[in-house]
């Protein structure tokens, strides 16, 4: 696969937002991460098509909160792409495939982000805005992550109905773009992409006091507008039982 097909791709995925991921190249989800390593360096057009859809929209979010343009964020996802087409030969597995393609993205935004002499660097933003509020949001999650007040019957989130369900991820997208933009890091990294708190502090040059707290309060937000959302349904339904 020629230069020219990546930027070809690379260009598509930006044009079209990435609508609904990789649905649209069929089979490679069920592959193995081998299979896809190595269609990547045999330059599968597919392969390289399917983990582009997977990941870049969580790839801009991440970029977006650490560059303070949209379109340097944008360019820097593509760079990520040339990078990881060129680069693939030379992985090792010792990180999942996933993790390498973020630590590359990262490195450049964080690269990019000293050229362009961002005047609050992101692990003080981080800090900042983890250190903004007087209610810790950590008091709502037991030591293992989970909420203390648990969450049952939200209709937004159920995968026995697919229309309802389709709804509440919807929102919970809307919702995750509005968060400050420290805490759509951490939560894409975290949630969407589920990389562990260790590699999520280390890609970021951030304490893991610091990342829990905008993990926290990034899910105590969706938490949040879910609920909104769920009482506006009973308004709506006259307040029938879920």
């Not at 159920?158 to 759509?184: F, H, S, V, W, Y």
Request: aromatic content about 6%.
């Amino acid at each position: 696969m020629s230069i020219s097909m990546i930027f070809t791709i690379l260009m598509h995925m930006a044009e079209e937002g990435v609508r609904s991921g990789a649905r649209a190249v069929a089979g490679w989800a069920d592959r193995t991460e081998q299979d896809l390593v190595a269609a990547l360096v045999g330059g599968d057009q597919g392969a390289f098509s399917w983990i582009v859809r997977k990941y870049w929209k969580s790839m801009h979010r991440v970029a977006s909160g650490m560059l303070r343009s949209e379109t340097v964020a944008a360019e820097v996802v593509q760079e990520t792409w040339l990078a990881v087409f060129k680069e693939i030969g030379g992985f090792r597995g010792e990180a999942s495939l996933r993790n390498w393609i973020f630590r590359i993205l990262v490195n450049r935004a964080r690269r990019v982000g000293k050229k362009e002499a961002r005047s609050i660097p992101f692990s003080d933003l981080v800090r900042r805005d983890a250190e903004g509020e007087q209610r810790d949001p950590v008091d709502d999650f037991t030591t293992m992550g989970r909420w203390k007040s648990p969450v049952h019957g939200w209709r937004l989130i159920d995968p026995q109905n697919e229309a309802m369900n389709r709804q509440g991820l919807e929102l919970l997208g809307k919702e995750l773009e509005k968060l400050p933009e420290t805490q759509r890091v951490v939560v894409t990294m975290r949630d969407v992409e589920g990389l562990e708190s260790k590699e999520v502090c280390t890609m970021l040059e951030i304490s893991e006091a610091n990342q829990r707290v905008l993990l926290h309060r990034g899910r105590s937000a969706l938490r949040r507008a879910l609920e909104l959302a769920e009482a506006d349904l009973d308004s709506a339904g006259g307040g029938a039982e879920r």
